[in-house]
């Protein structure tokens, strides 16, 4: 008979960061190219999008007025692999809440197996490195099917560890640090007896500006947060073509990387607009509006040089419930039968922390994700002023497949 119940956990841990101008990549931006996607892998794409723009709205909603910084592509590739391990209902509403609902497994694993290797290949100046690890308890039985999906389509490492030596969890904690140059040095620092298995993700993006700032422009101004207090920052400022467009309320601003591959989309809403209102209501389409918008102008930019720590703690929980993944968090519901059949499954560690820095050369990212299984105890021809001396949203995104890779908002200086 079985006992009830393994509890999955699944902690994210995402990590933006800068480095100095030595550290990037030196190499002549190659042209760039397309990634071409079959119509049915560009479908779950959009779906994919959609789970991301969706989670971040309701991120915002579930952080208050924080600053946020999280890995939409990095939570999307975690939960997708588990998903491989799911059955019945559980699999069915872990699919839908990712947007998958309308495509079997097989066209979900396909498609991120094809569009990981080509995000990595797509810039020459841009590093992207994704990693992926299944940790299994020693003498834990896991079916032979969901360890040759995570190994077939996601390029999982497998090891089986002691979970109750201390080493375990320096192992885990070294891996994250060796896949994101040191920036996540810590996802675990102890593990339940009862755990059974740990899946992690770990992306790492490393990436300069195709217009880079220039040091001696830099001046000291006045952030006005969301709560209208004053704080100090450091500006920095250029006058360059970019792609942008003033919406109703909001302005956008699109500021490339090496040969354009990727970018960092800026959401600034208008003085007197609340950028948690803006965040509440943003969808898919609103989204993709605003991009398909999007023209080059002249933009006199002020953008603001900003470091953010952040830990999801337990807000993954009821956000997920809410887009629909509730059962795999319910131990008398949840069924994860595909990845053991003597045992029972359920997620009950979910979790991300995060880490963004951005300077005069570029940006430097990174995100972890660890799933663990435990037994149950304006107008053309002028120059368009872009000042982000407010709260904004950012996004990072690959161009041509529209894949966001990771979001945040700036309510106030750190």
């Given at each position: 008979m079985k006992t009830r119940k393994i509890f999955v956990g699944l902690a994210l841990v995402c990590g933006l960061a800068v480095s100095s101008c030595s550290k990037y990549q030196t190499d002549m931006p190659k042209e760039r190219?397309?990634?071409?996607?079959?119509?049915?892998?560009?479908?779950?794409l959009d779906k994919g999008n959609g789970f991301a723009i969706d989670l971040f709205r309701e991120m915002c909603a579930?952080?208050?007025?924080?600053?946020?910084?999280?890995?939409?592509?990095?939570?999307?590739?975690?939960?997708?692999?588990?998903?491989?391990?799911?059955?019945?209902?559980?699999?069915?509403?872990?699919?839908?809440?990712?947007?998958?609902?309308?495509?079997?497994l097989e066209d979900m694993n396909v498609f991120?197996?094809?569009l990981i290797p080509a995000l990595k290949d797509v810039d020459n100046t841009v590093k992207l490195q994704i990693a992926n690890a299944a940790w299994i308890k020693?003498?834990?039985?896991?079916?032979?099917?969901?360890?040759?999906?995570?190994?077939?389509?996601?390029?999982?490492?497998?090891?089986?560890?002691?979970?109750?030596s201390p080493a375990a969890v320096e192992a885990i904690n070294q891996w994250c640090a060796d896949n994101t140059n040191n920036l996540i040095k810590e996802i675990i620092n102890e593990i339940d007896p009862n755990a059974r298995m740990f899946y992690t993700n770990a992306l790492y993006y490393k990436g300069q500006w195709t217009n880079k700032f220039k040091k001696e422009d830099n001046y000291k101004g006045p952030f006005t947060c969301y709560d209208k207090t004053l704080a100090e920052a450091t500006y920095m400022r250029q006058t360059s073509g970019l792609n942008c467009y003033k919406a109703q309320d909001v302005a956008i601003a699109e500021f490339p990387y090496g040969n354009e591959a990727f970018s960092m989309v800026v959401v600034l809403p208008d003085e007197g607009?609340?950028?948690?209102?803006?965040?509440?209501?943003?969808?898919?389409?609103?989204?993709?509006?605003?991009?398909?918008?999007?023209?080059?102008?002249?933009?006199?930019?002020?953008?603001?040089?900003?470091?953010?720590?952040?830990?999801?703690?337990?807000?993954?929980?009821?956000?997920l419930s809410r887009m629909g993944m509730g059962v795999a968090f319910d131990p008398d519901r949840a069924d994860f039968s595909n990845i053991s059949k003597l045992e029972d499954l359920y997620i009950a560690l979910i979790k991300q922390k995060a880490y963004v820095e951005v300077d005069e050369?570029?940006?430097?990212?990174?995100?972890?994700?660890?799933?663990?299984?435990n037994i149950t105890s304006a107008g053309p021809g002028n120059t368009f002023a872009f000042h982000m001396n407010r709260p904004?949203?950012?996004?990072?995104?690959?161009?041509?497949?529209?894949?966001?890779?990771?979001?945040?908002?700036?309510?106030?200086?750190?």
């Open positions: 190219e397309d990634i071409i996607l079959t119509k049915t892998q560009q479908a779950v579930e952080n208050g007025y924080e600053n946020l910084f999280i890995s939409p592509l990095s939570a999307t590739l975690a939960l997708s692999a588990v998903t491989n391990g799911a059955a019945g209902q559980t699999m069915e509403d872990m699919k839908a809440a990712l947007g998958f609902g309308s495509f079997n991120y197996k094809t020693q003498g834990f039985a896991v079916e032979t099917p969901f360890i040759n999906a995570l190994t077939n389509y996601y390029d999982a490492s497998v090891r089986e560890l002691d979970f109750s607009v609340s950028v948690f209102e803006v965040a509440s209501r943003l969808t898919l389409d609103e989204w993709n509006g605003w991009l398909s918008a999007l023209s080059k102008r002249e933009v006199e930019v002020q953008f603001p040089k900003f470091k953010v720590e952040y830990d999801t703690e337990d807000k993954l929980f009821p956000v050369q570029g940006t430097e990212a990174a995100a972890v994700t660890i799933i663990g299984f904004f949203l950012y996004f990072i995104r690959e161009k041509s497949t529209g894949a966001i890779l990771f979001s945040g908002l700036m309510s106030k200086m750190p």
